[in-house]
């Protein structure tokens, strides 16, 4: 077995989704191995680092530049940004990484949707992950993709940059089959190693899950969830319009629910980019007389995956379009619905029994949304038990995985 284990990915950001996965990951790690190094290679090495208590060096001097971007942009300072700021800094970022790698690592590229440019260009993550695949092989170490998500990719550099690592990858497998023909589309010739697993989030420990019992004469609870929605693309003309839409609609959700004596509870997935969207919206409601008090309207801040998982434990349905929000909820065992920003959830509620119980975020039609609602409450108890069975359908699956994975790399160093 590879002595050290390196865990690539975009963890320490305060996305719950990404860390749960990495709990999940880790967890089910050290329950197989023993006396192995693990470290992390990830975006926000020291927060990450502190939250799950393992090593993390430092990921990449990109923000060193920040300062030297936010100065002139003529032609000029370009070309000395590019000359004696960027190339230096890449080299060094290069020489670094090769430096952390050795040839008796394992190094996992695990889970989250990483596979994508939506919110970055060629040279952010995707050419970092090139970057780390590359110098893993050169360096002799063992590579492998565990449960990835495929994301668009937009821009021909993107694509070049994730297809290179993927064939230099030992194992490889996805999410969801929307992520394995998403690569294939991209020019990814598939093959035998072209795998599909669930989410990793599905591996969390069961200990985890447990009921919160509500008080006689409570009133039902709802989740509703919110994110900085602006389009397809952050960067589309029209996205602040898009934004307020959206968070209108939320509102529009919140105030029936509210009208139909539900309480209500708003719930992120983000802690650094959901901030905006639940002030935003707080504000929308508090302007329509909707007053934010823990009758009618709790919304408090969490940020790990327990109280996220408690939170979600004592809501009677949950409505979001979080990817992880939606996961975890189904794990419990609750009625979801999905407002899809990607066919990722559609996929996690198909695969479920649920798949009638999304809409698209661009086209979110909240008089259907209500009448999904009443349906799914009506009808829930007779699709629970498929919905559990899967949950634990998925949980063998991963197992499988786990060992698989473990097996693929064990050898002698």
């Known amino acids: 077995m590879k002595n050290r ?74 070309a000395l940004a590019f000359l004696f700021v960027k190339i230096p800094c890449e080299l060094s970022d290069v020489w670094h990484a090769f430096q952390t790698l050795k040839k008796e690592d394992m190094v996992l590229m695990t889970g989250t949707g990483m596979l994508t440019d939506y919110n970055s260009d060629a040279f952010g993550w995707p050419y970092e992950i090139f970057k780390w695949a590359i110098l893993a092989r050169l360096r002799g170490s063992k590579l492998a993709f565990v449960s990835v998500g495929v994301g668009p990719l937009y821009s021909a550099w993107s694509r070049l940059f994730i297809l290179a690592a993927l064939r230099l990858a030992d194992f490889r497998s996805y999410r969801d089959e929307i992520s394995r023909e998403r690569i294939s589309k991209a020019g990814l010739q598939l093959g035998d190693k072209d795998l599909v697993y669930p989410d990793l989030a599905f591996s969390l420990p069961e200990e985890l899950f447990h009921p919160v019992k509500h008080e006689p004469g409570e009133r039902p609870l709802v989740a509703v969830g919110v994110m900085g929605y602006y389009g397809e693309r ?50 929308c409601l508090e302007s329509r007389g909707s007053p934010y008090d823990r009758q009618n309207i709790l919304d408090e801040d969490f940020s790990t995956t327990e109280e996220l998982v408690h939170i979600l434990a004592a809501a009677d349905l949950v409505i979001s379009p979080r990817f992880h929000n939606q996961l975890l ?85």
């Open 234 to 283: 952050a960067e589309v003309a029209d996205g602040e319009s898009i934004y307020w839409a959206f968070l209108n609609k939320i509102a529009d959700l919140v105030t029936w629910l509210q009208a139909n004596n539900f309480r209500v509870r708003i719930i992120h997935g983000d802690n650094r980019y959901d901030q905006k969207p639940r002030g935003d919206l707080r504000k």
């Open 5 to 78: 284990i390196g865990i690539w990915g975009l963890f320490g950001q305060e996305n719950i989704g990404n860390e749960c996965t990495l709990k999940a990951f880790l967890y089910n790690i050290r329950l197989r191995v023993e006396n192995r190094d693990l470290f992390l290679i990830c975006t926000e090495p020291d927060e990450a680092a502190t939250l799950h208590g393992l090593t993390a060096p430092p990921f990449s001097t990109r923000d060193q530049q920040s300062s030297f971007r936010a100065g002139p942009r003529t032609v000029f300072s370009k």
């Open 329 to 413: 909820a189904l794990m419990l065992g609750k009625p979801v619905i999905s407002i899809s920003y990607d066919p990722k959830s559609d996929s996690l509620l198909d695969g479920v029994g649920l798949g009638r119980f999304c809409q698209p975020i661009g086209t979110l039609d909240i008089p259907l949304l209500i009448e999904q609602f009443r349906e799914l409450r009506s009808n829930f108890s007779a699709i629970e038990p498929l919905v559990l069975k899967r949950v634990h359908e998925y949980r063998k699956k991963l197992d499988e995985q786990y060992a698989l994975i473990l097996c693929e790399f064990e050898e002698s160093v």
